[in-house]
């Protein structure tokens, strides 16, 4: 399911002007990653619209996403932001990626006309909350990233890592994250496969590998002992048809794969091979629940800090609907006024005396002045009543 829903690349750009022009022209942002896809939106906009929308975008069955929605409205809403800039709603605890991909949603929102005051305020504050995080709790420290699980796992099935031969597919974040990891051991060859070529000659020429185009990747099947993929593409770069040709060349030795990818790029049927390692990031995900100990720790103080902006930021919203609210009287108020003067205007023409059209417009004033104070305050009261007969 998460592969159906994700937005990626020109993908995030495409749906997200969609969603404007079809049912919110006013503020949204959608934030993809390969853990989650999220829509956020003004409350007062319905849930069932939003889902049906979705729904209808990607093309999916009606009511095939709600068993595997979560909604969250206000505080809460804002709680979760932080949390996810913060590390804390990721597959590994406490990783950095997440911030720059909720940059990302923000310049694409930005990009579409869709960030309005309160969710311009929102982003900032969560990137605000992010770095306050990691710099007075230790939720980032002794993390373990995707990839490092990625060169761990290279570790355990090959004993000798530097003779090794490693395929990177892609050129994106994920790719490089894994680069920076695998480049610090002495590998004997690297290939970089992209569908932009120039994009995979940049990386290659930081991490003295071969780059090579996508469609160039065969030449390499047989010879590769690690295979690491991410790719944006919306079916699977590789097919168990495509490699088992090549899975006979090498003879029974040992390809270690890993899919970092949303929707996957590698055909989960190639699990079926005895001499083949394959692994998604739902498997990355298993094995990180076992070293969580030290940061849950520092997480209860981060959820502290969390707690704290959130209310700040409520308090900013809770001041902005009241300042609407002065802004929209003192404009009631001007409207009354110009009404009361243009009528006194017409009766001292009409004739009557100075003295009564004064009285009657100072009369008008009062009573149109009054009107949406006295009734607040049977508001007031009345909600007051409420609550104690509750």
């Not at 809403?77 to 590390?87: E, N």
């Not at 079926?272 to 076992?290: K, P, R």
């Amino acid at each position: 399911m998460r592969e159906k829903v994700a937005f990626q690349g020109t993908a995030l750009d495409a749906a997200l002007t969609h969603f404007k022009h079809t049912l919110c022209p006013t503020e949204g942002a959608i934030i993809s990653t390969c853990n989650r896809t999220e829509v956020y939106c003004p409350g007062d906009l319905e849930i069932e619209k939003v889902v049906g929308w979705w729904q209808g975008y990607v093309g999916i069955n009606e009511g095939a996403l709600s068993p595997h929605l979560y909604c969250l409205r206000g505080k809460a809403a804002v709680q979760h932001m932080m949390r996810v800039a913060s590390g804390l709603d990721s597959m590994v605890l406490g990783e950095t990626q997440i911030l720059g991909q909720l940059k990302v949603a923000y310049h694409f929102a930005e990009k579409v006309g869709m960030v309005g005051k309160s969710l311009s305020r929102l982003f900032q504050h969560s990137f605000h909350v992010a770095k306050k995080v990691r710099t007075y709790t230790d939720i980032s420290k002794h993390s373990f990233s995707v990839s490092y699980l990625a060169l761990k796992l290279a570790k355990q099935i090959y004993a000798d890592i530097k003779k090794t031969t490693i395929l990177f597919i892609g050129a994106g974040e994920n790719i490089e994250l894994a680069l920076k990891q695998f480049g610090r051991e002495p590998i004997q060859k690297i290939y970089i496969a992209n569908r932009s070529l120039a994009k995979a000659q940049y990386l290659a020429d930081s991490y003295d590998a071969q780059a090579i185009a996508l469609s160039e990747i065969e030449c390499c099947l047989d010879k590769v002992d690690i295979i690491i993929a991410s790719t944006h593409s919306a079916e699977y770069v590789l097919k168990k048809e495509h490699l088992i040709p090549y899975l006979k060349k090498r003879k029974g030795k040992r390809l270690l794969m890993i899919d970092l990818a949303v929707p996957r790029d590698i055909d989960p049927a190639l699990s079926q091979f005895e001499e083949v390692f394959l692994y998604n990031l739902d498997d990355l995900q298993n094995m990180i629940q076992d070293n969580l100990s030290f940061r849950q720790k520092a997480a209860v103080g981060a959820e502290a800090i969390i707690q704290t902006e959130a209310n700040e930021f409520m308090d900013w919203l809770h001041h902005q609907s009241e300042v609407n609210n002065i802004n929209q009287y003192l404009k009631n108020i001007d409207e009354h006024k110009n009404q009361s003067l243009k009528l006194a205007r017409n009766r001292l023409r009409s004739g009557l005396s100075p003295e009564s059209v004064l009285e009657r417009l100072a009369n008008d004033l009062s009573h149109k002045l009054a009107h949406i104070p006295i009734v607040s305050i049977k508001e007031s009261k009345l909600i007051k009543e409420v609550l104690e007969e509750i």
